[in-house]
């Protein structure tokens, strides 16, 4: 992690914003978690033994799920300091392998996809839950919670534009404060009834399950509510590294989630109707109204994280070439990790608004959280196993232990919420399995084309001998860029420009961009120079998975190594497909027709590599799939 800022600053900084960041979607879960058990869709009746046994469930899957799994092993399969599941499958599945083990680098594109549908219902159900307290304060403002929540969510999502340069400084302190205030209401409420305390030990879990069977296991989706939000932190860790990230959660959110769910457990055995809102009726009257605006203030910067989570993960899509360009903006001359992605935000706006407008109550979004979440976590482990063997060497036999271990807590968790999937929660898994086609057909379909397009362009040194050759083309001066995406295919913008034009420049740079399976590359190994006949160059930029190209920064550091040209002679010859769809074999016929739309959308290549408009000739070619 040589190459990330954070490494110079102070831990106990780190570990504050990592707070801010990281933990806010965990730490909004006491809004509606242990209410789910009692009240929800899959409720129990509530009794002391059942109650006990719920908040056992709700402790060890803290421990089990975030402390150990993550904290401890997944943090461990670290990407040059990058986590989240595309970098943990860029090392579980190299690209040379990826034709062969093209299942496991499948999982790896499904278990990113159902990260889109874990961002649209987090901002949802976050904001709704907090804005719920109001009823709680004030019965007749009932009516006014949908209302508000989508108010807060539209101002949140127009805002993005912005950045969050500078309100990402509160982010810390805001969720800091957050934490505390569930402690001390956490503690509040342990002592109206400190027999609670009994459910730290996991007696009273296994009971629970032996006696209640069925019904225990139905009230295991609801209990999977209190780890969501623990992908998240794996995302997360290029951001912070390791050290901050454990810092902040054993040392405050951890302790805070614990005791704010046993206080509401206190709560409710002391109160039978408590169970309705066990979070804000731990709260007293007079402090109700501060609190809602508190969770709110909490909510929102869960909501952000997930936002900003979904827009890097985009990134790393369009990079790995899972993905179509999409427009890029840099809201941080400092921070190379805060970006915004209009027509993503714009998708999670209405996706949000939609969830938020259909299922109108946390409860009934609750009902369909935690399917999309539950699968990607299963995933995760199955990538950990392999990752274990091929990087880090572990035998068969730790290796099937300590994930066999995890992938039985994981598959309870994802079997239960498939229960889920009637009362809502086919939605989130719906969006996923939709962007796991997307990104199954564009990459398909780049890999199509690209054999269409090498297969009806002559080798580049053939065809450069043959126009030198040529008496009719003419060299003329100047600089011209032609870039491709296959080092090893001649540009077709070059072929057509020398047919039509018969002209060839004094300068030939061709150039690829390529991205490696690693967040960043180091400067001295960002260049590749290869000298094909006098005056004709073939360029390999190389960039990471978390980078953006800069072509015109590339124009800058080829002059550097003592190719003479001025900037402004430069002229980038950028080639424009029009994709048709046809019945040659490839892939089905309507897969076909969605990688051409895909295509058709695309963010153009200017724009993206960051080349002035004035200095491009685009040349249009038709090519049949």
């Not at 987090?122 to 109001?134: F, K, M, N, R």
């Not at 608004?353 to 482990?381: C, D, E, H, R």
């Amino acid at each position: 992690m040589g190459e990330h800022a954070h490494s110079k600053q102070p831990l106990h900084v780190m570990a504050l914003a990592a707070l801010g960041i990281v933990y806010g979607d965990i730490g909004t879960s006491p809004l509606y978690a242990l209410r789910e058990c009692f009240s929800g869709s899959h409720a129990m009746a509530l009794t002391e033994d059942r109650l006990l046994g719920v908040l056992s469930l709700i402790l060890w899957a803290l421990i089990l799920t975030v402390s150990v799994k993550y904290m401890i092993f997944i943090l461990q399969a670290d990407n040059r300091g990058e986590g989240g599941i595309l970098a943990l499958s860029a090392l579980a599945c190299p690209a040379r392998l990826r034709d062969r083990k093209w299942l496991l680098f499948g999982m790896g594109i499904f278990g990113a996809a159902l990260m889109y549908g874990d961002g649209v219902i987090t901002p949802a159900i976050s904001v709704l839950s907090a804005v719920e307290g109001l009823k709680i304060a004030a019965p007749g403002l009932g009516p006014f919670v949908v209302p508000i929540a989508v108010a807060v969510l539209v101002i949140l999502f127009l805002q993005q534009k912005h950045g969050t340069g500078k309100i990402g400084a509160v982010f810390g302190p805001v969720i800091l404060l957050w934490f505390l205030v569930l402690a001390v209401l956490g503690v509040r409420g342990i002592l109206l009834n400190p027999s609670v305390l009994k459910a730290i030990s996991p007696h009273y879990a296994i009971q629970f399950f032996f006696e209640h069977g069925k019904e225990a296991y139905f009230v295991l989706g609801s209990v999977f509510l209190v780890v969501t939000g623990g992908e998240a932190l794996y995302a997360d860790m290029g951001h912070f590294g390791k050290k901050p990230i454990r810092l902040a959660w054993f040392s405050v959110a951890l302790p805070g989630l614990v005791l704010n769910y046993f206080g509401q457990g206190a709560l409710m055995l002391s109160s039978s109707g408590a169970s309705e809102n066990p979070f804000y009726l731990l709260a007293p009257d007079w402090a109700v109204i501060p609190l809602v605006v508190l969770a709110t203030a909490a909510a929102v910067i869960a909501s952000q994280a997930l936002i900003s989570g979904v827009f890097s993960l985009t990134k790393q899509a369009i990079q790995l070439g899972l993905s179509p360009r999409l427009q890029i903006v840099h809201t941080s001359s400092r921070e190379i990790g805060q970006i915004y992605m209009p027509h993503v935000n714009y998708a999670l706006l209405i996706g949000t608004l939609w969830l938020v407008l259909s299922f109108k109550t946390s409860s009934n979004l609750a009902a369909a959280y935690g399917i999309s979440v539950s699968m990607t976590m299963v995933i995760t482990t199955a990538l950990a196993f392999v990752v274990a063997r091929r990087r880090w060497g572990w035998s068969l036999g730790a290796a099937l232990g300590v994930c066999g271990f995890f992938m039985v807590i994981d598959l309870a968790f994802f079997m239960a919420n498939a229960l889920k999937i009637a009362q809502g929660g086919w939605v989130p898994f719906a969006i996923g399995c939709s962007m796991a086609l997307l990104m199954a057909t564009w990459r398909k379909g780049r890999k199509i084309l690209g054999a269409r397009m090498k297969a009806a362009t002559p080798p580049l040194s053939q065809f450069i001998t043959d126009v030198l050759a040529d008496r009719r083309v003419q060299r003329v001066r100047g600089v011209a860029v032609f870039m491709v995406g296959d080092p090893e295919v001649t540009p077709p913008a070059l072929v057509h420009n020398v047919k039509h034009n018969k002209v060839l420049h004094e300068k030939v740079l061709i150039l690829t961009v390529l991205t490696e399976e690693i967040p960043y590359v180091k400067e001295k190994a960002r260049l590749k120079i290869d000298k094909v006949v006098d005056g004709v160059f073939k360029l390999e930029a190389h960039y990471g998975f978390m980078e953006t190209p800069d072509v015109m920064d590339l124009m800058e550091k080829i002059r550097g190594t003592g190719l003479k040209f001025e900037i402004p002679d430069i002229t980038f010859f950028v080639g424009r497909e029009t994709l048709i769809a046809s019945e040659t074999p490839g892939m089905a016929i309507w897969r076909e027709h969605i990688f051409a739309f895909m295509a058709r959308n695309a963010h153009r290549a200017t724009a993206f590599f960051n080349i002035p408009a004035d200095q491009v000739i685009e040349v249009g070619m038709q090519v049949e799939l």
